[in-house]
Structure formats: C-alpha cells, structure tokens
C-alpha cells in the first residue's frame, strides 16, 4: 500500500479547467496503476480513469472522455487528472486510488485498488 494526498480542488466555473494532483508518499508509487474515482453528493463513487506503470495507457469513463486526462509524473510520485470544459455534473469529491503489487487488474473497480486518498471536492458553476 501506499499513502496518497490529492490537492488542486477547487470552485471553477462551468466550462473552465482544473488540474488535481495526487502525491504519492513513497516511490511504491512508481509500480502502481493509479485511478481517479468521484463521489457526488447521494451517489456512489463511480470510476473516471486510471492509468498505467509507465503512462503509456489510460482509459477514461464515457462521462469524461475527451475533457479530462490523466499523467504522471514518476520522479515526482504524482499522478494529475487535468479537467476541461468543466459541467455542474462534474461536481464531486474526487479520489486518488493505487494498485501496487500484486495487481487486481480491475481498474475500473473501487475493489481493484488498496490504497485511496482522503479526497478533494471540486465544486463547478454555473
């Protein structure tokens, strides 16, 4: 397992970006595949994407696919999610999520992760 930060939230304007981050506390981070999940208010925490060892596959939810983006950074031990054309339906407290060794290869599954960060709310208006 590995201990996880998310920051960058925020309130932003419908149609406006956001960039989270996710920080990661040990270089564990460097061998996890790495997801980010959202929880809006009464609902479940649904997948928005992950993305592999190396950042050379993502996978996005239809919901964000072609307005968010996932990168990493391994010398950093951050993983980012980069939003664009923000709706008031991305609003939601977003996660951080790792799979470290052994993997689950269920990534698109809160069961395919051990570790998760605290959250951070992102708050888009009109």
């Known amino acids: 397992q590995v201990q996880l930060v998310e920051s960058g939230g925020g309130l932003v304007q419908t149609g406006g970006s956001l960039t989270l981050s996710c920080a990661a506390s040990?270089?564990?981070?460097?061998?996890?595949?790495m997801g980010w999940f959202r929880q809006a208010p009464g609902k479940e925490r649904d997948f928005v994407g992950f993305?592999?060892?190396?950042?050379?596959?993502?996978s996005y939810a239809d919901s964000v696919k072609d307005r968010f983006t996932i990168f990493r950074d391994n010398g950093k031990n951050t993983v980012y999610l980069k939003m664009n054309s923000l709706k008031a339906e991305d609003t939601a407290v977003y996660y951080c999520?790792?799979?470290?060794?052994?993997?689950?290869?269920?990534?698109?599954?809160?069961?395919?992760?051990?570790?998760w960060g605290q959250g951070t709310q992102v708050t888009v208006s009109s």
């Open positions: 999520a790792a799979d470290t060794p052994p993997y689950r290869f269920n990534f698109r599954l809160l069961s395919g992760y051990d570790s």
């Open positions: 993305i592999s060892v190396t950042g050379g596959t993502t």
């Open positions: 040990d270089r564990t981070f460097s061998s996890a595949v």
